[in-house]
């Protein structure tokens, strides 16, 4: 291996060796150890060597101590130090050392020097060296840094992973210049016969040196998460695809195991048992459950799906709600789902398609002319509205369908009354009232369901955001002026009117639906009241509606006109019919003959 570092000198030299001997030391199994070549070659310790220092200088001194805090993604920190029994006894084979922890193939490490000083004032070198080994023992990838804080890649095959730390200070040995103040303190000791004489002398040689070493264990990736569809169950735990206003409904979702082979939920703090999150909101956006957490006591297998506890009650008097489900982030911290695009919140729209629109509003008479002295016309006026109820059906048939309608004049109610219109169906009505009529327009407005509205006319449909912008119309009555007699002399060849058409686009699709019937009979019991106590038989019934995606509104005015004149006028006597043959043309009665039209 080749390593290029910025130091020069001593530190240089230093580094490039502790580097190459640790390295060598991990491949142990693949390369025998070296044996000298000159039978008078001696072999010593690094920790000996400093012994050795200490005499031959009368001097004490101590060595750093490499220490450091590994971080998981998976929330763990692990504080590695050797302790006394590993610093007098340090490791020598991977197999002796346990993993601090254990870790998902993905999940990042986090690796921060924690050493303490020896004998120098302040750290002047790092050696980190990290390997990766797959299940086979192969090393598929080592990271070998100076840098204080090194940057380390996640791991990608499971396997473990091996981090070591060796350190240096600044201590100066007075008389040995080459001497670089590294660890002799550490739980790995590594042997290996050193390709430059560090002591400067040709029959002694270094083979023993010291790091502090961490262990972590690398699985395979495990990913769960929420399946669709989101299902919703009564009071009575049926499933249920529309709910009522003001009754209590529950929600509950699947969790697939996806992939890997470890099964989760086998420990409550490592690895718990799945646990989901439940949010619902009405069509007013009101949290009815906000993130309520649910938690199962099943294991789930690989390949397996398991079915969650529903969540608590929830109901609300608009009858729509809106059903999110995710799973809890603890899982995906802890290294059970790596794939976070099936962690959700996945959610469902439920509620009464419920939709009143006033399809058409027309008055009579369209204009109303003015005498000399008239300022209002005090007359019948006669409405045509036909509205519309694009409604589910639901269990008992109680729905409401008799809205209120309302018809104003200038905001002023000039009639109001509940009209039938039951779901799926359109009803017109005619109604006369008295009102009076001004010069120039009459605007009046309709409006079926109008506020404040009753318990159950709070309408829905789904892909309108606004369900009650087509619940009103307008149309006018054109109060004509009263015009001079001089006027009806003038020559008059064309009429010019204009004309207002409102129109509407609804598009969607063919969507099946359920309801529950109850078929009401008699059990034979009696209440403490002595009243005859009922139950239901349930029927499902299938029915089709239309699911809007699309709906707009818009008007446009339209202008119009006709021209016309006066081609003949025709005139017959006996005088003509004897002496002309026939009909006289009055427009062009012929010569000395004079006509006025």
Same mark, same amino acid.
């Given at each position: 291996?080749? %390593? ?95 993993? @601090? ?7 990042k490490l986090d690796v ?76 790995? %000791? ?13 029959? &002694? ?20 998460? @929420? ?10 735990? %049926? ?37 989901? +999150? ?14 309520q957490p649910v938690q ?30 995710? +799973? ?5 911290? &802890? ?68 809205? &209120? ?101 609804t598009l969607g699709n ?7 019937? $109850? ?16 139950? $239901? ?8 509606? $239309? ?51």
């Amino acid at each position: 291996m080749k %390593r290029l570092r910025k130091n020069k000198g001593k530190n240089n030299i230093g580094s490039r060796i502790l580097v190459i001997v640790l390295l060598l030391s991990m491949m142990i199994p693949l390369f025998p150890t070296m044996k000298a070549e000159a039978a008078d070659v001696e072999y010593i310790d690094y920790r000996d060597l400093l012994d050795v220092y200490k005499r031959k200088y009368n001097v004490d001194f101590d060595t750093p101590t490499p220490k450091f805090e590994l971080k998981i993604e998976n929330g763990e920190t692990h504080f590695i130090a050797p302790t006394l029994k590993e610093d007098a006894n340090p490791y020598k084979h991977r197999s002796q050392i346990k993993p @601090v922890d254990t870790i998902k193939v993905g999940q990042k490490l986090d690796v921060t020097h924690k050493s303490s000083l020896g004998s120098g004032k302040k750290f002047v070198r790092w050696d980190w060296q990290i390997y990766y080994r797959d299940e086979n023992d192969n090393v598929y990838n080592s990271i070998i840094s100076d840098k204080e804080k090194p940057n380390i890649p996640a791991p990608t095959k499971p396997g473990e992973i091996m981090i070591f730390l060796n350190i240096a200070d600044d201590y100066e040995l007075k008389g040995n210049p080459r001497h670089l103040n590294s660890s002799s303190h550490g739980n790995w %000791r590594t042997e290996k016969i050193m390709d430059f004489n560090i002591p400067n002398n040709p029959d &002694l040689q270094v083979k023993g040196w010291y790091f502090t070493g961490a262990k972590i264990k690398v699985e395979e990736i495990t990913d769960i998460g @929420v399946q669709h569809p989101i299902k919703v169950y009564d009071e009575n735990n %049926r499933e249920v695809q529309f709910i009522e206003p003001n009754k209590n409904y529950k929600a509950s979702v699947d969790v697939k195991h996806f992939l890997g082979e470890e099964i989760v939920g086998l420990d409550p703090a490592k690895n718990p048992k799945v646990k989901v +999150l439940y949010t619902v909101t009405d069509i007013k956006k009101r949290f009815l459950l906000n993130k309520q957490p649910v938690q199962t006591n099943q294991i789930l297998k690989p390949k397996k799906t398991i079915t969650m506890p529903k969540s608590d009650n929830f109901a609300t008097e608009t009858g729509f709600v809106k059903v999110c489900a995710e +799973l809890d982030p603890i899982h995906r911290k &802890l290294g059970y789902s790596s794939n976070p695009s099936n962690d959700g919140p996945i959610c469902r729209e439920i509620g009464m398609i419920k939709n009143y629109s006033m399809k058409d509003f027309q008055v009579f008479p369209k204009s109303v002319g003015f005498g000399k002295n008239d300022t209002v016309i005090k007359r019948p006026i006669t409405f045509i509205f036909t509205i519309s109820n694009e409604s589910s059906p639901e269990a008992k048939m109680n729905l409401p369908s008799s809205p &209120l309608v309302t018809i104003r004049d200038k905001g002023k109610i000039i009639w109001s009354g509940t009209v039938l219109v039951q779901p799926g169906k359109t009803t017109t009505k005619t109604v006369t009232v008295n009102g009076n009529i001004y010069v120039g327009n009459n605007d009046f407005e309709a409006e079926v369901n109008p506020p404040p509205r009753p318990p159950g006319e709070t309408e829905f449909k789904p892909g309108m955001p606004d369900p009650y912008a087509d619940n009103k119309k307008k149309t006018s009555i054109l109060g004509v002026e009263y015009a001079r007699c001089q006027e009806c002399f003038k020559p008059h060849k064309r009429n010019d009117w204009r004309e207002k058409w409102d129109w509407t686009e609804t598009l969607g699709n063919v969507a099946n639906g359920t309801y529950s019937y $109850c078929h009401e009979y008699n059990t034979g019991k009696k209440d403490k009241n002595g009243n005859l106590i009922t139950a $239901c038989n349930y029927e499902t019934v299938s029915y089709q509606y $239309c699911k809007t995606y699309s709906y707009k509104e818009w008007s446009e005015i339209h202008d119009y006109y006709e021209t016309y004149q006066i081609k003949e006028v025709n005139f017959t006597s006996k005088y003509s019919k004897d002496v002309q043959g026939g009909t006289i043309n009055l427009k062009n009665p012929g010569y000395n003959k004079e006509g006025k039209i």
